[in-house]
């Protein structure tokens, strides 16, 4: 909420100070580098736009997990929940790369290197389902608040954590009696150490800067030259029949093919200040941030689990992955839409 009351404070500043003087000076320029720097795509109108709504939240979100780790909290919590995640499959310790996971997926199946044999499956399956990482959690409340309903964020966070613990139980065995030693010691801990806390969080903005940023702003560009080109219209048009299952306007379709390759790709949706996405209904919206989030894990991390198991296992749980939230998605719109 913090994130948001902010956010909302800075973009009417931002948009009378910055981007309306910058679409006034660009009427004359030639349609092609107006549609590049101020169009629906525009680095300016939409780039600006979504870091004005995405920062604060990996700015709160990274200063919330580097507090827990340096106090000790984030393992006491790992060993306080070992004897429920058992029954999906994990372990306390698993726990630990499922929550770096909310920080960036990539790293956290780096992580994942700690967890026994019997248990790393299921934990990536965990972490490319259930783990919203920073940049999609930035991204999906820029969208909520775009259609003016932040209060979905709560609720949805929820969702994907809930859902993916069981499809983790689903598509993966049991820990076999006797095979992994329970966790019940209870960890230490300690004040926060602000040293750390400040170096943590640190890193946590320059990987959004330096990273997330300059990625986001390139698919602006091949966004807009795509909306430009008629391709963006012409492949909305041609899936459109497989949003229609889902109750969902075929113009939703670029920001779920781009959150295919990041997970902040789906920020595209705020063109033109989010008219989109306040045509939307509530279970609409829901269903949209729902596919664009959990039907398939980015792409770098897709290619970080090909590279640390091997490409049949990234391929499977991709398709698993792409199963189960497209029939939770079907489950929430025969229930919610159909009736409205």
Known sequence: MGAWLLSNYIQPVVDAALISPLQHIATNWP????????G???LFSLGLYSFIWAFPVVLLVGLSLSVTEDSGLKERITTSLDPWLRNIGLSGQDLIPVLSGFGCNVVAVFQSRACSRFTRHACISMITFGSACSYQTGATLSLFNAAHHPW?????LGLPFITGAIHTRLWNRSIPPGEH??????????????RNVKWMLKNSIRLFLVQAMPLFLLICLVAGILDYTGITRWLSET??????IFKLPPELMPGIIFSLLRKDGLMVLNQDGGSVLQSLSTPQLLILIWISSTVMACLVTVLTV????NWRFALAITGKQALSSLTVALILSALFINGT
């Open 31 to 38: 349609a092609l580098i107006k549609s590049m720097v101020v």
């Open 40 to 42: 629906s795509y525009g």
């Open 152 to 156: 979905l964020f709560a609720p949805y």
């Open 181 to 194: 030693q329970n966790l019940t010691e209870l960890t230490w801990l300690q004040w926060t150490r602000w």
């Open 239 to 244: 899936i459109a029949p497989f949003l229609r």
């Open 306 to 309: 090909a590279r640390e198991i």
